[in-house]
């Protein structure tokens, strides 16, 4: 018998969770003895009735009290921990035989297995009355990792991907799964689901500034920048009721629900109503009846972080990128501000006259296994308890369950949540699930009179802003996407063989200036041929038969070697790119490409040779004809604008990984620009004082790849109002060194344009 057949009943939320808001089951009452029957004799007789159980429940049996949203009435009843929250044969893997179909959740329940000794610390913790409780850096790491996959994992995804073909996957990222699933060979959603489960759970997250880039060539790349998001732009915090009566709830999506805008719009032509943007400031993990994990942005304030301006400002303009200016100095958008949680104290800093300092002030710090953090347990009260269930309960659209452990500190939340008014907790009933919410909430209101509710209860429909084209708002995301994906493409698009390579540019004087001579010229011309040749041959023979991973390291090797050969041939291979690569994307024969398109900005760094180290001329000729090849791929492309105005945080981290592909990943730090000293000095000069002024940025928990950029466009901008000083001298002719100020300053290491604020 299969798996498939046999029937398992998986969990959503995890047991050991679970158990934390059991109880004893206890039966309800007795049976009471059988009647006699008339004219005597027989019948059973006297004697006490045997206890009255409940189907599949027995004494002792770990049970949950809960309200059942599926029963009609609405009900508070138990049920055992072993036969809630969960689906029969969730993550099995049909299409493949029967000892691999449970592998998702052999995996699933490893990991659970080692959170829950890293959550029972904290049970114990909080049950000794300790004030927080230490862990190390890997288990940290596996905290968040593990709080990903509770949302991931829950059935609302299963029902998002749990289709057979990919014309039945509706989402609004739909286009995207199919393009990827046919890329990838995947023939169902639900396969890409499981992979993407096992992909996070086997991720090593010991090189932080390593794995988010490397999670988006292993999985759906949505996906990817989402767990990315989730890790990187938001710190933990433990809350705990400061007030003995008070209590956690627990619900099917609780781990999906946060605090923070949230926005439907509806097509006013067609009447589609659609997701418009979403910004979570504040999520949510229950951990038991008196702890609950709070997730907060890394970009809302924090007091003690911000006691450095240059920290302050990079929070500003993070805060301003995904909120909008008004959120820069204001608390105001988010109805949990004064939530009394701060970020965990760690091992490697201190607070030194209320600034935070590195211990090892050598500036060689990096992070480490070793490293410790100190959670606190944070009290909060009741008004907080209530909210935080508040938006548990307000998002019970499609859920079956509210798990509590105490009756009366569930009457006390759940009368708080109905009688409240809309703009403290929400109850305002709009967007895709309308009908459902409105359900849901008058099944409480319900239940709640029957628990001796006599207040008003207060919510209200509201009809959703209306957007004029909704499907192409929904394609411009998906638009965004593809960029990024094109992106990490770019490198391999060396797909077709060239022709003959004819020169209708002004080229035999820069080849001149390269020690170029009428003797040099057919062997430059016929090596370049040949070293395009093998870069394409390379990456056809390898397609499909090695590991990606091995595909890039041999691109990378490749283009090492070549960076050894003369300027002047590597300016030939960077042309012969050019050509195909552009004639490809613009639909042109390569015989009649004009003299524009052959131009390119590695001329003025061939005009500019002699300020540049030989050794390094011709890396710097490559890093800018393949980064000028990359904008004049995608003209309508303009990254710096695609760093604003962000709906969520998945679309900020996709336009931050847009960012790193075509600003950072190619040319690298201007402090290693390829050889020229006086810049090079000048760089690491900006950066290093930048970096003391800001000493601690690197353990703040803000995301790197943020942090990272803005300090890298920071440095770039500072050494442009240098460049002309600093070349001056060894660059007299005033048009040749503009050129080379225009062809760095926006191609090779761009900045944003005039007007545009780094921080």
């Not at 109880?23 to 009647?35: F, L, M, N």
């Not at 509806?266 to 979403?278: I, L, N, P």
């Not at 992070?367 to 606190?376: M, S, V």
Request: hydrophobic fraction near 40%; proline fraction near 6%; glycine fraction near 8%.
């Amino acid at each position: 018998m299969s798996n498939q057949q046999a029937g398992q009943y998986q969990h959503f939320v995890p047991q050991f969770l679970l158990r934390n808001f059991s109880h004893p089951y206890k039966p309800d009452g007795e049976i009471p003895p059988p009647k006699k029957r008339k004219g005597g004799g027989g019948g059973g007789g006297g004697g006490g009735g045997k206890p009255k159980y409940q189907k599949g429940m027995y004494p002792g049996d770990p049970v949950i009290r809960h309200l059942d949203l599926t029963a009609d009435p609405p009900a508070i009843c138990e049920k055992p921990v072993k036969r809630i929250l969960g689906q029969i044969n969730m993550y099995d893997d049909s299409s493949k035989p029967d000892k691999q179909q449970r592998e998702v959740e052999q995996m699933l329940s490893k990991l659970e297995d080692q959170a829950s000794q890293i959550f029972r610390k904290i049970i114990n913790a909080h049950e000794q009355k300790e004030p927080g409780i230490w862990i190390t850096r890997p288990e940290r790491d596996l905290i968040r990792k593990f709080l990903f996959i509770l949302k991931y994992r829950g059935s609302g995804f299963y029902e998002r991907f749990n289709h057979d073909s990919p014309g039945a996957y509706s989402a609004d990222d739909r286009e995207l799964m199919r393009e990827y699933m046919s890329q990838h060979g995947f023939t169902r959603p639900l396969d890409v689901w499981l992979h993407a489960i096992k992909t996070i759970i086997n991720l090593d997250m010991t090189e932080r500034k390593k794995w988010h880039k490397e999670l988006a060539n292993q999985m759906y790349t949505g996906d990817a920048l989402w767990f990315v998001g989730h890790c990187e732009f938001y710190y933990m915090a433990i809350c705990t009721p400061s007030d003995p009566g008070d209590e956690f709830v627990l619900t099917d999506g609780c781990y999906n629900v946060f605090e923070g805008n949230n926005c439907f719009v509806r097509d006013s032509k067609t009447g589609e109503v659609g997701g418009g943007s979403h910004t979570p400031l504040h999520m949510f993990a229950p951990i038991s009846p008196k702890l609950m994990i709070v997730l907060r942005a890394n970009q809302l304030p924090n007091a003690l972080e911000d006691a450095d301006e240059v920290v302050k400002k990079f929070r500003q303009l993070q805060r301003g990128l995904v909120l909008g200016p008004l959120s820069v100095d204001d608390w105001g958008f988010s109805k949990l501000a004064d939530l009394p949680i701060d970020k965990a104290r760690n091992s490697y800093s201190r607070v030194v006259n209320g600034r935070l300092h590195l211990i090892d002030s050598s500036g060689e710090w990096k992070p480490g296994k070793q490293d410790r953090f100190c959670f606190n347990l944070f009290p909060i009260g009741t008004r907080h308890v209530n909210m935080i269930n508040g938006f548990l309960l307000d998002n019970c659209a499609t859920c079956t369950s509210v798990v509590f452990e105490s009756t009366s500190a569930f009457k006390k939340t759940l009368e708080w949540f109905l009688a409240a008014p809309c703009e403290v907790i929400g109850k305002i009933i709009t967007g895709l699930m309308a009908d459902e919410r409105e359900v849901a909430l008058k099944k409480m209101i319900e239940v709640a009179r029957s628990l001796g509710f006599e207040g008003k209860a207060v919510w209200r429909r509201e009809a959703e802003p209306l957007m004029d084209d909704y499907e192409g708002y929904r394609l411009s995301h998906a638009e965004r996407s593809r960029t990024f994906e094109a992106g990490k493409r770019d490198d391999d698009d060396f797909t077709v063989l060239p022709r003959r390579f004819k020169s209708k540019t002004q080229f035999p004087l820069l080849y001149s200036l390269l020690a170029g001579t009428p003797e040099t010229l057919f062997k430059d011309l016929h090596q370049a041929e040949r070293m395009w040749v093998l870069r394409v041959k390379i990456d056809a023979w390898s397609n499909g038969q090695v590991g990606e991973a091995i595909r890039q390291r041999n691109r990378e090797l490749l283009i090492q070697a070549y960076m050894q050969l003369p300027p002047r041939r590597v300016l030939f291979f960077v042309m012969f790119s050019r050509l195909m690569i552009l004639s490809q994307t613009l639909g042109i024969k390569p015989e009649l490409v004009n003299e524009e398109l052959m131009d390119g900005p590695e001329h003025a760094i061939v005009r500019a040779h002699e300020v540049v180290k030989r050794d390094m001329l011709s890396t710097l000729i490559y890093k800018t004809a393949m980064n000028d090849i990359k904008k004049r791929r995608r003209p309508d492309l303009d990254i710096w604008k695609g760093l604003g105005g962000h709906s969520s945080d998945e679309d900020l981290a996709c336009a931050l990984a847009l960012a790193d592909l075509f600003i950072l990943s190619l040319p690298g730090a201007i402090r290693d620009c390829a050889g020229i000293p006086e810049i090079e000095q000048a760089a690491v000069e900006i950066e290093m004082d930048f970096r003391q002024r800001a000493g601690f940025a690197r353990q703040l928990g803000l995301p790197p790849m943020f942090m990272e950029l803005m300090m890298e466009l920071s440095v770039r901008a500072l050494v442009k109002e240098q460049f002309a000083r600093l070349l001056g001298r060894k660059l007299q002719d005033s048009a040749v060194l503009a050129e080379l100020e225009k062809a760095f300053f926006e191609v090779t290491y761009p900045i944003p344009p005039p007007g545009w604020r780094l921080i």
